[in-house]
């Protein structure tokens, strides 16, 4: 049972007094991870809660460490965007998905859309487009079968270029999520000038759902509001049965969270759709 599984990882802590040289041992050996094929991709599904089915997926990259085992994202992603490392390490992940996709299809399991996070170096980036087209063609698959999360900082930093950005990856025909909405400044009649078809709440709003007045309101708010501009909506990190009742009184669209599951090694998540596993 995934649900109370959680998720263990290796603490990769840099000594303070050595941060420099830590960070240019941590490059190198990001460098050598992408050669040595160390990354891996979980699948965390997100649940439709009227119907209680997986609906999709995120994918989540992980860093197989020979040593240190399971590296989290956050322990690594930082800086690899700094360096740039983020370009070659996104486009293992979108492949690893496609991937996975293709033989999953090709086995004749009903896959869902596999959602890939975008870092913000990625996006202004000009091969982003070719990139995702050349993968998707390589593995035979229709855009509806991988999706994109952005976050806010993204597309606010220069709204116009990232609308015209977000126009022609919506144009391939890929759905688009706003992630971590709420934790930046923007408003969400703002945002629906960019062709977002779904909202993530930022899991730091789900958390005290049920006992802080202040995030009740603001979850209440963002849904009304983006319902009433077409949006979807994903409540991320729900992780307790209360937080689940709010959602789904509040008819929040779906959840994702260790309440129902972590995200799992692609196996796992397989053998989730196919035993077709409910909230
Ligand atoms: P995110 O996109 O907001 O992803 C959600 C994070 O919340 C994931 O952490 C997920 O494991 C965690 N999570 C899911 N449900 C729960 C829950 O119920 N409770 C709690 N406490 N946490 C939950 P993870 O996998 O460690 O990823 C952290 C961040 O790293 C992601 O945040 C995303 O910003 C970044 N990331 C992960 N994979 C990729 C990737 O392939 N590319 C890029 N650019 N960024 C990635
Ligand atoms: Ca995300
Ligand atoms: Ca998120
Ligand atoms: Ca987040």
């Known amino acids: 049972n995934a649900k109370a599984a959680g998720e263990r990882y290796a603490y990769y802590a840099p000594a303070m007094n050595a941060a420099h040289s830590v ?48 590296v989290a994202p956050a322990a690594f992603i930082p800086l690899a965007e700094e ?15 496609c991937v996975q996709q293709a033989e999953w299809i090709a086995r004749q399991l009903e896959v869902v859309p596999v959602a890939v996070n975008l870092s913000a170096v990625q996006f202004k980036q000009g091969k982003l487009l070719q990139t995702i087209r050349d993968a998707l063609e390589r593995h035979g698959l229709e855009p509806q079968h991988i999706s ?38 923007s408003s969400l009649a703002y945002l629906q000038r960019f062709p977002f078809d779904y909202v993530k709440i930022d899991r730091s709003f789900i958390a005290n759902v049920t006992s802080n007045p202040g995030d009740a309101a603001i979850v209440t708010a963002v849904i009304a509001m983006a319902h009433s501009l077409r949006l979807r909506v994903v409540a991320e990190g729900v992780e307790t049965e209360g937080q689940l009742q709010f959602l789904r009184k509040r008819r929040c669209d779906e959840m994702q969270g260790y309440f129902f599951s972590p995200a799992v090694p692609a196996a796992a998540f397989e053998a989730m759709l196919r035993e077709g596993t409910q909230l």
């Not at 041992?25 to 992408?34: G, K, P, T, V």
Request: glycine share 8%; proline share 4%.
């Open 148 to 185: 994109f999360e952005l976050t806010e900082s993204m597309v606010m930093g220069n709204p116009e270029e990232a609308a015209y950005n977000l126009k022609a990856l919506k144009a391939l025909g890929v759905q688009l999520a706003l992630d971590d909405f709420g934790t930046g400044y």
């Open 23 to 70: 960070r240019l041992e941590l490059e190198n050996e990001l460098r050598h991870a992408l050669e040595a094929r160390q990354f891996e991709v979980f699948y965390q599904p997100k649940v439709d809660l009227g119907s209680g089915r997986i609906v999709s997926a995120e994918a989540l990259v992980r860093w197989r460490h020979p040593q240190r085992g399971l």
């Open 83 to 97: 360096v740039g490392l983020i370009v070659p390490i996104g486009a293992l992940v979108l492949d690893a998905v």
